[in-house]
């Protein structure tokens, strides 16, 4: 069974920094692309980053240049380093896993930056 699990959400000051960690179950190789979104209340759930299993990152605009997605294939886990972070990066974070045809889901942990 394949699971992610997330981690890292918390309670920051506006220009802080926060590292979220997803772990998955199987090999993150067997995986197409892995990546973090985010849903803020009342809103649609939205990419915020992405990597391949051949490595290509991508970014939302909003986050470049402070957000980065890495990954240790020994741990089997995806990270999303946060940087400088926004009152507007506030939302619950989702680690998602693209294995075809089917899409995983962490369970989602809560980011809040106060300002």
């Known amino acids: 069974q394949v699971q992610l699990v997330d981690s890292g959400g918390g309670l920051v000051q506006a220009g802080g920094s926060l590292r979220l960690s997803c772990a998955a179950s199987?090999?993150?190789?067997?995986?197409?692309?892995m990546g973090w979104y985010r849903q803020a209340p009342g809103k649609q759930r939205d990419l915020v980053a992405a990597i391949t299993s051949g490595g290509s990152r991508n970014y939302a605009d909003s986050v470049k240049g402070r957000f980065i997605i890495s990954r240790d294939n020994a741990k089997d886990t995806v990270y999303l380093q946060m940087n400088n972070l926004k009152p507007e990066d506030t939302a619950v974070y989702y680690c998602y896993g693209r294995r075809d045809p089917y899409d995983y889901w962490g369970q989602g942990t809560q980011v809040t930056v106060s300002s």
């Open positions: 199987i090999s993150i190789f067997s995986f197409n692309a």
